[in-house]
């Protein structure tokens, strides 16, 4: 497989918008509960992570590209290129982020309204990176399964790491049913990732085989056969991916009835599980050469 940078690079970039979401969101469900410091104080990880993985993706990206200095010319075309687009608002997006985080560390405020813009700005980037891959003839691309894959991975690595990184600084802090719906929302978050790409993988599967581009990609790419090829990583990735929704569907529901230390192992193992699942998945999604 030659394509770990771009798979790493996506990965990461996802993740990244997903955390700042989350973390949009989870500032709103504990503001009540937290004084201004404090919520800064619960939310500063997450932001820095979230950057640190931006940074860190748009890093791999460059590795994608035969002579890096040369990234500022796809910019020329935003009128008829996604990959134009897609480095603006993922360049934005990064920017943003940083930016919003290092304000927050200067001023000690969570700076809630522009991490909610820089959120805007990465689903956006996110869209136009899957509209890349659809207006390719590669068959196992040209299809919506490849935004709902984006999308999904951006939902369900944003709420898991969103809950590892914000419960335990929350803890000590909000009250036990505050808790419970800190859980209770990330787990009805990733089953809803999940369940959105499991209801149109048949569509997907189904489109695969009626494309009629299947004998026209050329050499070397080989997608339908490798897509064939790996069904064990496929049946792997929703294995890894049902399992850890449903020990996190069981952290959330022990909150009152379990001790702290089982819990955090719960999650924290779901969270292993669900993050497994979904690099696989993007393995599965690059893997186009025979």
Same mark, same amino acid.
């Given at each position: 497989?030659?394509?770990?940078?771009?798979?790493?690079?996506?990965?990461?970039?996802?993740?990244?918008?997903?955390?700042?979401? #989350?973390?949009?969101?989870?500032?709103?469900?504990?503001?009540?509960?937290?004084?201004?410091?404090?919520? #800064?104080?619960?939310?500063?990880?997450?932001?820095?992570?979230?950057?640190?993985?931006?940074?860190?993706?748009?890093?791999?990206?460059?590795?994608?590209?035969?002579?890096?200095?040369?990234?500022?010319?796809?910019? +020329?075309?935003?009128?008829?290129?996604?990959?134009? +687009?897609?480095?603006?608002?993922?360049?934005?997006?990064?920017?943003?982020?940083?930016?919003?985080?290092?304000?927050?560390?200067?001023?000690?405020? =969570?700076?809630?309204?522009?991490? =909610?813009?820089?959120?805007?700005?990465?689903?956006?980037?996110?869209?136009?990176?899957?509209?890349?891959?659809?207006?390719?003839?590669?068959?196992?691309?040209?299809?919506?399964?490849?935004?709902?894959?984006?999308?999904?991975?951006?939902?369900?690595?944003?709420?898991?790491?969103?809950?590892?990184?914000?419960?335990?600084?929350?803890?000590?802090?909000?009250?036990?049913?505050?808790?419970?719906?800190?859980?209770?929302?990330?787990?009805?978050?990733?089953?809803?990732?999940?369940?959105?790409?499991?209801?149109?993988?048949?569509?997907?599967?189904?489109?695969?085989?009626?494309?009629?581009?299947?004998?026209?990609?050329? #050499?070397?790419?080989?997608?339908?056969?490798?897509?064939?090829?790996?069904?064990?990583?496929?049946?792997?990735?929703?294995?890894?991916?049902?399992?850890?929704?449903?020990?996190?569907?069981?952290? =959330?529901? +022990?909150?009152?009835?379990?001790?702290?230390?089982? +819990?955090?192992?719960?999650?924290?193992?779901?969270?292993?599980?669900?993050?497994?699942?979904?690099?696989?998945?993007?393995?599965?999604?690059?893997?186009?050469?025979?």
């Amino acid at each position: 497989m030659h394509e770990w940078p771009i798979l790493v690079f996506t990965a990461m970039l996802t993740a990244s918008v997903g955390l700042v979401g #989350y973390t949009v969101l989870a500032g709103l469900w504990l503001g009540g509960e937290l004084h201004e410091r404090e919520r #800064y104080k619960v939310l500063r990880l997450p932001m820095l992570v979230a950057s640190g993985l931006g940074v860190a993706g748009l890093a791999a990206s460059f590795a994608h590209l035969g002579y890096p200095l040369n990234a500022p010319n796809t910019l +020329r075309h935003l009128a008829s290129s996604w990959l134009s +687009r897609e480095i603006l608002l993922v360049s934005g997006f990064i920017g943003a982020v940083c930016l919003t985080t290092l304000l927050a560390l200067k001023t000690g405020r =969570a700076q809630s309204l522009m991490l =909610a813009g820089a959120f805007l700005v990465g689903v956006l980037g996110v869209l136009a990176m899957g509209e890349i891959y659809r207006s390719t003839s590669v068959v196992t691309w040209m299809h919506v399964n490849t935004h709902v894959m984006f999308l999904g991975g951006l939902v369900l690595m944003g709420s898991v790491l969103g809950l590892l990184l914000i419960a335990p600084a929350a803890a000590g802090q909000v009250g036990p049913a505050t808790m419970r719906k800190l859980f209770a929302a990330t787990a009805a978050l990733v089953l809803a990732s999940l369940a959105a790409q499991l209801l149109v993988l048949p569509s997907y599967v189904m489109a695969i085989g009626a494309n009629p581009l299947n004998e026209v990609v050329s #050499y070397p790419l080989h997608p339908l056969e490798t897509f064939q090829a790996n069904g064990g990583l496929r049946a792997a990735r929703w294995a890894l991916g049902v399992a850890g929704a449903a020990l996190m569907a069981l952290a =959330a529901w +022990r909150m009152s009835q379990s001790s702290e230390r089982s +819990r955090w192992s719960l999650a924290t193992v779901a969270g292993l599980l669900l993050i497994s699942g979904e690099v696989v998945g993007r393995y599965v999604f690059y893997a186009i050469h025979g």
